[in-house]
């Protein structure tokens, strides 16, 4: 599917997150609880989230920061806590509520803003339910999911049939870590500091390693934080896939080829991290993304981008060829 109509010219932040303050309570069986609002500040449960509640639930101040930001506009998506993961068969009502909210949202923006909603990855037909039904709503370009559910990722199974989903309704998929909990991240907030770009590796090796990109041409798939680890590592599973019978049992391809499809965003936080992306990625595969409005979010992301070298032009190209974004004629 592709978003026609007029989205503004520049830059397109495909990484920001926006929930409606109704939906606050999250979907069914959330461990932590709902989010909350108290004093105008944001909280998990009783974790405060250090951000301003309407910085997540107020459209207008989200177009009002994507335009302040320089951007041309800005991909939202729900905040990974927003995920039908916990109780997913109870989770339709939410589902078709934020979808339904976004699509209002991003079509009352007047090009600013473009919408990527939930959907359930344990179940394939009500996924192909809500994806055709996303695919008639203005403004929404596609999905975003976590990239692990209950220890299993896309290479096998209901959630790679998702992705076969997605790439048959022409939708683009954003996949967004969850942050995980492990005994040993429980302290100095490496729950998401470790945890984030390990949860993202990981989907991008099963992706990488099980034959998915073979088999789904047209998939259009984006791992946020610049892609956690797997810039580093394509070199060790590149020698892996060589070496190793079980390594390449998956797929027929070495995984720096289909690495070469996959589109990752720039939320990485260090410019020496910026240039491992951008020498192993292609350079029609790197996306903007600010991970708006958390306290993890690239401050600046417009700025950041071109102060090192990446070019306005395509950047907004490939946002717009990741987004589906068409002219309407």
Sequence with gaps: MAVRGDVRAGIIDVHAHWLPRDLLRLPPGSPLGGMNDRDGQLYLGEHPLFLDTETMTDIQAVIADTVKTGLGARAISPPPFAFPVFQPAEADDYITAYNDQLAEAVSASEGVLVGLG??????????????????????????????????????????????????????AVLVHPMQLPRPEWQDHYLVNLIGNPVETTTAIASVLLSGVMEQLPDLRICFVHGGGCAPALIGRWQHGWHKREDVRRGGSRPPADPFARLYFDTVTHDPEVLRLLTARASQDKILCGSDYPFDMAQPDPVRFLLDYGLDAAALEANGRRFLGIQTAT
């Design 118 to 171: 939930l959907v359930r990855v344990d179940d394939v037909t009500a996924a192909r339910r809500e994806m055709t039904r996303l695919t008639g709503m203005p403004g929404i370009a596609g999905v975003a999911v976590p990239p692990l559910v209950q220890g299993r990722s896309y290479g096998d199974g209901t959630m790679r049939e998702v992705l076969a989903a997605a790439a048959d309704a022409d939708l």
